[in-house]
């Protein structure tokens, strides 16, 4: 018997979203933010906006949230993340590299408290205050030398010769 198409609507769609893991002097570069009305902590992170390459998203983000410019030289890793107590389920990309440039006047994105340097440590010391399981699955994957090349991820634009329709 033949399937029902599904509509628009129907297709399940993960929120797609970046993450960069910073590390200086043993601390990692984190940001306190306001989660649903508690403070939390998290990756510089966010999601992905429209006609945005994964690159551009994780650099935007890292400005929009701690002040920093960043530069992305490698993929720890991509992760998929189901919240327990809701339906959403996140499919995270996390980037490695190093900040530079910091604009301490530039004001941070809303609901950010502030960016911080915290260590590992300090952060599995506080499984609360962590917004979600990949704050530190991400951490460990970085400390355990997880690499992936910048160039696994292609971005694909579309042209005439190629039919969206094709592909969608």
């Not at 984190?30 to 999601?47: F, L, R």
């Not at 599995?124 to 690499?147: F, H």
Request: aromatic share 8%.
């Amino acid at each position: 018997m033949p399937q029902p198409s599904l509509t628009e609507t129907d297709v399940w769609k993960p929120h797609a979203t970046v993450a960069a893991i910073i590390e200086q002097d043993n601390r990692f570069l984190i940001v306190e933010e306001n989660c649903s009305g508690k403070t939390v902590y998290n990756q510089p992170a966010g999601h992905l906006d429209p006609d945005e390459s994964l690159f551009e998203a994780v650099i935007r983000e890292t400005r929009e949230e701690t002040a920093w410019g960043f530069k992305p030289e490698y993929i720890t890793g991509i992760y998929r993340w189901q919240k327990p107590d809701a339906k959403r389920c996140y499919l995270r990309v996390a980037f490695a590299g190093n900040c530079y440039d910091h604009q301490q006047d530039l004001p941070l994105d809303t609901g950010i408290i502030k960016a911080l340097w915290l260590t590992r440590e300090e952060l599995s010391a506080a499984p609360d205050k962590l917004r979600s399981p990949m704050v530190l699955t991400c951490i460990d994957d970085y400390l355990d030398g997880k690499k992936y090349p910048l160039e696994l991820l292609t971005d694909i634009i579309s042209t005439d010769i190629i039919s969206t329709d094709i592909i969608s």
